[in-house]
């Protein structure tokens, strides 16, 4: 009897399992198949291609758009990434190891932050930008991705700052170690792994957003890929380019799902660290 | 553990803040603040000379239209919608998450697809799936349906894509609360004659409250500024326009930013008020466990 | 704006002795992309004929017109010097006039630029008695049938849809009827055809005579809650429409005069049955109006090379280019004479057809506020199939006096 319940619960829970790998991941083998399909067979309506060709790959790297809208993601979340995680590293120490007047009120600013809605600020964002130069500039994202993903940042570090033994430093330096050996040879790899993760979920947010790329760029020189993928050109005034939509979302969707999935432990440990330990 | 409190950590505390804060103020505080003045004049980029102080009259403008009113309603239709069915179907995917050993792994990985992927691309890939002329989903299911051209059909699409997109994370948060129940727990209960569904709903629910109001609380601010999946899938056509495609297209497609400015300065109102019934919701014990 | 004209006057001498270094400066042409090259080939010849006065860079703009004034008006806004040459759809001039982003053609070039050109392509280039662009490449929809089920093209809307009805599951209506530009396009014709106009004559006031708005939105209704409409007519554009129609299963096809070359391509057994007529008359007597699209060239108010943009605006428009964007691109030429040329006849079998449509063309509204104009249209008529002309046509009159006033949400 009780056999059979387990039998029975294991077959659930095992199909329960295969339902979920279909669900995250029907989207994406649609999105691929899509862009392997040619021009003519594309609205074959059929989930797999007929035949498979790679025209619209070498059609988005063949012009301008494309490889520049990648150039301007990749560097764009990059550089906010690195500022924001530096400014966040400074204010998540402070926060966990120093106690100072105001501490809870960062954490709530940062928290007041995460709850804004962005498309507040794009309005005097555009206005202030136009006026000081930096409309349609890689900067003009910058500073707001950098905001925009302080709050995660902090609150993430946070959480994991409070889970290290720090103590060891003093240890460390009792042991005879300089404060700089202590620092480099203890307390950076306790405290990388939260660095790290911090990092990629600040990136995958720059990475992510369309409504500033939209309101405050225009054109290759700051344009990234959500917003060029949207606004793609097509190929004649009233074609739609669902082929080349296809196979840009394919090349910017493969590397950051290779790191998800290369970090998963990482970046649940993250995105869960802020809500239920802060 | 109290110490007394050290100047010279006083000191060093704020100054390792205040890059992080100074940004802070600088990209949001300002903006918000100059929003609020500018939505007291008459201020439109394709005619700038003609600028001029209008009190509250953009306010009446907003509060008088009835695309404010619907959008509003939209945003909500789609807020609720999505974050009741992400509810459920976190939980869902939670406990598999936890109970399955089958591919727990690969389980554990492809959830995160989801989430990494960018929302314009997840748009585009269920606009192209629900198009009736490239589409799979009308010959799948046997229909002829214009899925995106029609209002409620429309919405259904929409709440599906933002489910599908957000829902891994929805049940990351309910999975950490999850393992905050202890197991012997409901080893207690089961012995004591309970069935799956008297365990979860008795015991493993009410342990894990908090959780589930914080990710609750995340989600719906998260939901009510939907912009990115409206404005790939119908660009607010067949009347889905939610508050932030109004805003956007106040300012940006129209430069009246006056006008647009009192959109962002109401919808910035809306999440102070969501936020704050969530944490009046949320009450003593979500205080308690902040303070802990 | 006058002075800035004046200004660059006065430096062109400098220009000109600079004109031959090979630093010659670089002129940006904003424009959507154009797939077959004739742009780019354009604006090759122009700089080589310039002899190295200038050189001119394309810079594309996405494909859907909302979009590409959506880009342009907010690099305009900020000031953008970088704008030299603007391919502008022809419903931006009073906006981009108005706003001072653009400047006036002065009347040695406005003489170059009107020569021979149609006058509803020019009346397109005009805001305020000047001009204000070149008219360069032009457009009209035709009605497009299947003549292997219709004897002969409908003259009328009614008798199009009772044809249509007629001939059962292939007799589907193809046309533009989600809430965007071309339902403004769509509705414009519709009352221009039954002899009304939007705008009062001094395109201050919204004029909507009450009789052919009502008959426009009569039609539009029928059109939708018909079963000859097709079932995603609320969501379509101009290209869900063209793809219908190749499929084979549409008979009519309101549609630019791309979908010939397109359906040639992909869809031969659907081109050799495709017959062309003039759009639909609202009632038989009095032949339809079309909306008039296509491109004029401006030069960007900001441009540091205001004298250099205009002359190569002046030679891309040209009648040598306008060929060649006819026969490459299958763009409709401004020049009325280059519609006899055989080059291009070839090109347009249905040559005449177009120049007498493009010569009783109607012109959108000519206002600076026509995207607020245009978005209350296509708001208030959204969906189609729940207008009710006695009610919606002071519905419209007055969303489109609000829009007038700038006042207001769209």
Redesign the interface.
Known sequence: MSGERGLLE?LF??A??????V???L??A??VA?SLKPA?N??D???VPQRFSLEHYRAIFA???FPAALWNSIGIAAISTLLAVL??T??A???VR??????NL?LA??L??A????????????????TLGL??TWLGLI??Y???T??LA?WTLAAFFREIPWDLDQAARVDGATPLQAFRYVIVPLAAPGVFTAAILVF?FA??D??FA??LT??NAART???A??????????????GS??AA?VV??VP??L???LF?RR??AG??AG??K? | MSRPRDPAEERLGWLLCTPAVLAMLLVTGYPILYAIWLSLFRYDLRFPDQREFAGLANYASVLTSGVWWQALGNTLIITVGSVAIELVLGMLLALVMRRALFLRRTVRASVLVPYAIITVVAALAWKFAFDPVTGFVNPWLGLEQPWLTQRWSAFLVIILTEVWKTTPFMALLLLAGLTLVPQDLLDAARVDGANAWQRFFRVTLPLMRNAVLVALLFRTLDAFRIFDTVFVQTRGAQGTETVSVVGYHTLVTRLNLGLGSAVSVLIFLCVLAIAALFVRGLGASFAAEDRS | MIKALAAALAVLPLVGCDGQAPGAPVLNWYVFDEPSGAFAAAARRCAESSNGAYRVALKPLPADADQQREQLVRRLAAGDDDIDIIGMDVIWTPEFAAAGWILPWPEAQSQTARGGRIAASLASASYDGRLWAAPFTTNAQLLWYRTDRVPRPPRTWDEMIDMAEALGDNGTIQAQGERYEGLTVFFVSLLASAGGSVLSADDEAPALPDGPTREALRILHRLATSPASDPALEGAREDQTRLAFESGDSSFMLNYTYVWPSARANAPEVARHMGWARWPAVDADHPSRVTIGGINLGVGAFSEHPILALAAAACIAGADNQRLAAERGGLPPTIAALYDEPQVRQTFPFADLLRDTLRDAVQRPQTPLYNDVSLAISRTLHPLSGIEPAQDVPRLRDAIGRALRSEGLL
């Open positions: 294991g829970w095992r329960g399992s295969l339902l979920v790998i669900y995250a991941l989207p994406v649609w999105i899509l003519a594309l609205n309506k059929r989930f012009d301008a758009q400014l966040a400074f204010a120490y402070a926060i120093l106690r100072f007047r105001g501490r960062v600013a940062a007041s932050i709850m804004f809605p962005p498309v507040a600020v794009i309005g005097p964002l555009f206005d202030l930008w136009r409309y349609d500073l707001p950098m905001t925009f302080l709050p902090i995958i990475w992510n369309f409504l939209a309101a225009s054109t890929v959500p917003a993928i949207a606004f793609f050109t097509g190929s004649s005034r009233f074609e739609l380019p669902t939509i296809a979302s910017v969707t950051v799902t790191v998800v999935l998963q970046i649940v995105l869960t809500a239920v802060g």
